[in-house]
């Protein structure tokens, strides 16, 4: 089985940038295409991107387009998100999702989430 750590939320102001990771074990990393997921209580979650085996995979959902960007590193078996220019309606807690490359069926496989407060 997968398992997914997300970690590197926190409180920042309007503006700043962080950056998130999530740790895969369990399975061979270089095979799962990686998603980063958002939730705010009451919504549905929502996509923000995801990457197959490439930078140049990567796609992003047009409300975090040319500020986040997801990269992974194989090595590591990590997933990264980073996050610039932040803005208030980023507030969420954010999960990271893998599924098998090469399918478009939905993602299974979650982590429990990393919160992600941005005030004005």
């Known amino acids: 089985q997968v398992q997914l750590v997300e970690s590197g939320g926190g409180l920042v102001q309007a503006g700043a940038s962080l950056r998130l990771s999530c740790g895969f074990s369990?399975?061979?990393?270089?095979?799962?295409?990686m998603a980063w997921f958002r939730q705010v209580l009451g919504k549905e979650r929502e996509f923000v991107g995801n990457?197959?085996?490439?930078?140049?995979?990567?796609r992003y959902a047009d409300s975090v387009k040319g500020r986040f960007t997801i990269s992974r590193d194989n090595a590591k078996n990590t997933v990264y998100l980073q996050m610039n220019g932040l803005k208030p309606e980023d507030t969420a807690v954010y999960y990271c999702?893998?599924?098998?490359?090469?399918?478009?069926?939905?993602?299974?496989?979650w982590g429990r989430g990393t919160q992600v407060t941005v005030s004005s």
């Open positions: 990457i197959g085996w490439s930078a140049g995979s990567a």
């Open positions: 999702a893998a599924r098998t490359i090469g399918t478009l069926a939905r993602y299974d496989n």
């Open positions: 369990g399975r061979t990393f270089s095979n799962y295409d």
